[in-house]
Structure formats: structure tokens, C-alpha cells
């Protein structure tokens, strides 16, 4: 089937250079040092900060001297996805994500200001619908900044396929089955500096750039909508009046 | 950290208050902290709920699946607990290190609700020996600041309560045979009954008096506290005493006493709001973590 329709849009009705419905909240959790919640459409992600703290026990092998180490966790909650699975905690899809996102933010924590300390990015994932690991790095971004940790920039995440020559930004679930050629990276949008790339799939070295171009486009996109946020937060309160009970 | 260290003199200063009938956040012995409750809050569920209480915070999803019944019960359907404890809460629960406290609440969870009067499994039943609906109930936990037990207990009724079954067709094929055929409408469901289903009311014991809805700082006062699941006409349909100091036998039915009306009044706040979210419109906006 095709990915774009004949008139040039996608199944859910964005073209093709347009992100999910992006939104966000911060200080979502009290007993956390820093936390965040992100929507990109509807994948939907927790993000927790704890730290820098002192090494916990079962990790003192791993205090630096001069720098502090990244500890992250990534879990996905059991009815995240449309099929129920059952999903240990540290298995290998979990492992690898964590491995990618705490290789991320390595390079954009300035670890050098928390020697011997250990920084926590615990994420977990509500509910799953393609680009998670796009979603994950900006819930843990904004995280991190709630914790009040020094970085270099944000860093944005986005991720883009490839049909019929056009490229398709910030992917969903159904796309992403598509099995078209997936790319995704995460870019400092200040320094103009990508610190994470990934391509599953294959595609032509000449269309390499125009990929690069898109995703770059779209991590600038959604840097616009989390400083907005930023500016937003810092003025007023946002009210949020859930229905509650009294007892 | 999430870890709660008290002192000495804190906590006398917590024990004394309760004495007095005061404890250190202005509510009385008998007093719940502020509870918030949404349902309908992640789509791809058939039924879900969010719950905050104090600083507890959890998400039920609840799934259903067709699958084969218990030899022993043919013509019931089966309801499965899976509580999961998310390193979010607390960095202790990283890896493997959640894993006691989510089985045990799990097996609390099953132990109230296998009994015939807490939901009727014969409505989950479809053909008898050969397919019944299985529900998966399970629980996130995100945030712990006390008193999890009754907090699950309610999401989890607030959530099978959300919880749309699809109305499924079942007709006579060939040989005898039975077909089943599901709706096309995707809102063609019925609804699970909740009317019998229990909550649990944690009672625990600080110094001479008890308190219910005790804090992550009062939990560290406590010496043992019983905890009971309560139906909405005040029966208990289970108990287990928790903690590791003892209770005097004669407290105890003073305790059950004060769970049985806690439960009930419990059971009535909910009810009274879950019908509200029920009545409301499909397209209002939740308000989620935003």
C-alpha cells in the first residue's frame, strides 16, 4: 500500500514535513527530581530525573573521578501497545533503548560539573505508537531540565522515512510497519550538532542527505514547541482542574 | 530520593499527634487525603483509569482477550492481576527490584476478587469449555507516597468499571459447531458490573489508636496494620494483616469496625463519580498528565 496518497497526504492526514500534535508537561511528579510527560500524537512518555546523586550501592563501579555517569532505564507499560504483551524489565529491546538514550545524553550533560556523581533517566512509555525513542530523548530532555542539570543545549529528536523520493517526518506505528527505511536523530538545535544518528533499512547514499535534512528540520520543529512551552510555564500556571473526589 | 528517613523525635512527634487525633498534615484519624480519579485515559485500552492519592500516583489499563477457560469453571471467563512497579516511582525499583512488592499486591488483588459475589465471571463466559474472555488488569505504579493497597484497589475498581467487553455473537455452524463473530462497531461493548467490587481499606495501627490512608512518613510509625478489601454494602470479602510488630486481639474488631465505614463511604464517593465520568460526553478532553 502507499504511505502518500496521490494528493500528497499521509494516512493520518499530515503531509509529509508535519509533526504529531506535540505536547508536553513538566514537574509532573513530586518526589522526583525532575520530571516531564510528552505527547507526540499518541505516543506517550513519563519521563523521571533523580540525581546527581552519590553512586548508588550497586553501582559504585561505576563512579568516574572527574565526571558523572548516566543511568537510564527504559520500560514500556504492558498495555502500551494495541497487542497486550508481556515485557520483563531489562529485556533486549529495553536494554537497547536504554544504552541509546544515556549514550545521547553523555554527550549533551556537561558531566564534568558532578564529579563522582550518578544521574538516573528513568522513561516510561504509556502508550506506544512509532517514534519512541524520538519521544523518550525529548520527555528526558525536558526532564532534565525540570531537574535544573546543566547542559550543553536541548537536545530534539525526530525521526523520518523514505517513499516514492519524499520524506516522511516524525513516523507512527503504521508507517513504521510499512518497512520503509527508518532514520532517527536526535540533534543539539543551538549548536547545530546532531549527537545521535540511527538508520534501520536501507536506502540509496544519495538520498542520505535529503533524510538528514528532514530530520534536522523536524528536531528544529519541535525545539520551537518545547521553548515555547518553556516561556509558557515560566509566565503562568497552567491549570489543570481533573475531576476529584473528596472522602 | 524517594526514600523517606525519619528521626526519632519525628516520629514521636507523628505518634503523638495521632494520639491527639491530629496527625502532621491537618487530617484526623479517620480523614483520606485528597483522592483524584479519571478513567478513559489510554486509548488503546478497553478500559483504564488514573488515580492520584497524595503523592501515589497509578495508571490501570485493562485489556481483554479471548482465550480458554479453567477446566474447573467452563462456563466463566478469568480476570488476571499484573502489577508493575516503574522505576519513576522510586530508583530502588530499577531492574528486578520492584518484583516483591508488585507480587504481592497482585496476589492481594486476586485474593479479593476470586469470589464468586466480587464479579459475576459467568458474564465473561462464552462457550462453555472452549472460549471465555480473559481481562488483564494491569497496574503502573509511578509515584509511591503511601498507602498503595487502597490506591490500586480503587483505580482498579474505577477501571474494570471503564471497561467495555465487545458484544460478541455467537452462532450455530456446521456439525454442531459454534461460531462467534465479533461487532463491527468498536462501541458495541457491555459494560463489566462493579456494583460487588471490593476496595481494600489498609487500617494501621500507630501507638494505641489506628489510622487509615497513612502517608509514606506515618508507614514508618506503624508498627502492624490490617489490611481488608470492603464491598459497597460493608462486607469484607478478605483480610491480612501486615507490618512487622503485632496487634492486640481486642483492637481488632475495632479496626474492622472502622475499615467496614471507611469502605463503604469509600465505595459511595466512587460510585457517585464514576457515573459522572460515565455520563460525560466521549470526546472530553482528559487531562492526563498535561
Known sequence: FELISDEGYR???????????????MGVFTQADGSAYIEQGNT?????????????????????????????????????????????????????????????????VRTQLYPRSQIDIYLQVLHSDGSLYCACVNAATLALIDAGIAMKDYVCACSASLTKETSLIDINHVEELAGCAEFSAAIMPKLDQIIYSELNGRIHQDELGQLVDAVTNGCKDIFAVIDRFEVITDNTEIAVSPRSLHS | MAKVMLGESEKWFIIHGIQDDMRNDGRSCEDYRHIEVETGVVSNTHGSSRLRLGSSELLVGVKVELGSPDPKAPNEGLIHFHVDCSPNADPSF?????????????????????????????????????QCWVVHVDVLILECGGNLLDAVSIAVKAALHNTGVPNIQVTDGDEGTQEISLPDDPNDVKFINTVNAPVLVTISKVGSRHVVDASSEEELCCNASLVMGVTKRGRTTGMRKMGGGSLDPESIPEMIETGKNIGRQLHISLDKLLKTEQGMAEDIEKAGYL
Request: aromatic share 6%; proline share 3%.
Open chain 2, 94 to 130: 530499577q531492574g528486578r527490584g520492584g518484583e516483591d512488592l508488585s507480587a504481592n499486591i497482585s496476589c492481594i488483588l486476586t485474593r479479593i476478587y476470586c469470589n464468586k459475589s466480587s464479579i459475576d465471571l459467568n458474564t465473561l463466559g462464552i462457550i462453555p469449555h472452549k
Open chain 1, 44 to 108: 506517550k512518555v513519563l519521563a523521571a530525573i533523580y540525581g546527581p546523586h552519590e553512586a548508588s550501592n550497586n553501582m559504585r563501579s561505576r563512579v568516574c573521578l572527574d565526571k558523572c555517569f548516566i543511568n537510564c532505564e527504559f520500560s514500556q507499560a504492558m498495555f502500551s501497545s494495541a497487542e497486550r504483551k508481556k515485557r520483563s524489565r531489562g529485556d533486549r529491546k529495553g536494554k537497547d533503548m536504554s544504552a541509546h538514550i544515556k549514550q545521547t545524553f553523555e554527550a549533551a
Open chain 1, 11 to 25: 494516512f493520518d492526514g499530515r503531509k509529509p514535513s508535519e509533526l504529531r500534535r506535540v505536547r508536553c508537561n
